[in-house]
Each structure stands twice: as C-alpha cells, then as structure tokens.
C-alpha cells in the first residue's frame, strides 16, 4: 500500500521560510517523479516542481522564482520543499504527489492528472 505523508506545514510570517516534508512507503522511490503542488479552496491545483529521477536536481514552475527548493533522500525515500521569502500569497495546503517512470507522459510532470498517489496535504499560512 502505497503512502505519501506530508509534515511541515503551519503559521508563519511574510518573509519566513518553511521546509515541509513528503515520506513515501510502499513505492519504489527511485521510480517515482516526486512533485509539490498547492491549492487553495475552489481552485486547480497548482505545480510547484517535480524531482528528477536521473539526478538530484528538480524543476520549478515559473512563479517559484528561486524562492523555493526542492530536494529528496532517497535512503529515507523523503521529499523536501524549503520554502524562502514567503508572501501571503503562498497561503494554501501543500501537496505531495507520485508519478511512475514508466507512465508515457512527458517530463517534467506539471500536470496533477499525471499523479497515480497523492499525500494528503499540510496547510501553510502566511499571515503576520
């Protein structure tokens, strides 16, 4: 049975940063395209970035701007996602969501459609 936890999430000040966390189980981490996506209610989700399986490098949605920094350990089989210079704007539940190397879909998957699991998200507020 596979399983996404996300953690991290919580109150803090524009300006601040966060580092939230996705441990997955019950998945071949190595195989997996590991994404970030946001929502807030009554919208799409909205991509974030994805890891990237031949490295350990990531790629970003535009609006990131450098603010925000995705990295995994695949002995532990975590995503990460530092979250820098938040803005009320960055208000949302965080998601974290899995996508198999062997869906033909292109890369780098923006798309939440090309997530098979998903965690069940970690409200981020940005308030002062």
């Known amino acids: 049975q596979v399983q996404l936890v996300e953690s991290g999430g919580g109150l803090v000040q524009p300006g601040g940063s966060l580092r939230l966390s996705c441990a997955a189980s019950g998945l071949d981490f190595r195989d997996y395209y590991m994404g970030w996506f946001r929502q807030v209610p009554g919208k799409d989700r909205e991509w974030i970035g994805v890891?990237?399986?031949?490295?350990?490098?990531?790629s970003y949605a535009d609006f990131v701007k450098g603010r925000f920094d995705i990295s995994k350990d695949n002995s532990k089989k975590t995503v990460f996602l530092q979250m820098n210079n938040l803005t009320p704007e960055d208000t949302a539940g965080y998601y974290c969501?899995?996508?198999?190397?062997?869906?033909?879909?292109?890369?780098?998957?923006?798309?939440?459609?090309?997530?098979?699991?998903w965690g069940q998200g970690t409200q981020v507020t940005v308030a002062s």
């Open positions: 969501g899995a996508s198999s190397r062997r869906f033909t879909r292109p890369v780098p998957r923006r798309s939440a459609h090309d997530y098979r699991y």
């Open positions: 890891t990237s399986i031949i490295s350990n490098g990531a």
